[in-house]
């Protein structure tokens, strides 16, 4: 069965760094597409980077320049690293996996196997 689990979250200032992973196991991990996404109390899942299954990556424009989503493929681990963070990136953050290439990168329809989440918190 495929299985992703989120790790990395925490609570810290305006301004630092995280390092978000997610290590998969259960499926072929280098021909998925795997995304990051978030979701804060009241609002929907946004789409925060994506990267497809033939490597080419995207992001939403709130975190352009200070996010960066990479894949390791010999360690079947996707991983979010997280700079000058701002208290609007407060968010339960989930890694997303789909078996192939998506159309819409940042579409939570078009993943469906889920991490459990981990949370983000950013004070000012």
């Known amino acids: 069965a495929v299985n992703l689990v989120d790790s990395g979250g925490g609570s810290l200032q305006a301004g630092g760094s995280l390092r978000l992973s997610c290590p998969g196991s259960g499926f072929p991990f280098s021909t998925y597409s795997m995304a990051w996404f978030r979701q804060s109390p009241g609002n929907l899942r946004e789409g925060v980077a994506a990267?497809?299954?033939?490597?080419?990556?995207t992001y939403a424009d709130s975190v352009k320049g200070r996010f960066t989503i990479s894949k390791d493929n010999s360690k079947d681990t996707l991983y979010l690293q997280m700079n000058s963070l701002e208290p609007t990136d407060t968010a339960m953050y989930y890694c997303?996996?789909?078996?192939?290439?998506?159309?819409?990168?940042?579409?939570?329809?078009?993943?469906?196997?889920w991490g459990q989440g981990t949370q983000v918190t950013v004070s000012s």
């Open positions: 997303a996996a789909y078996p192939g290439p998506v159309v819409s990168d940042l579409a939570a329809y078009e993943y469906n196997y």
């Open positions: 990267v497809d299954s033939d490597d080419s990556t």
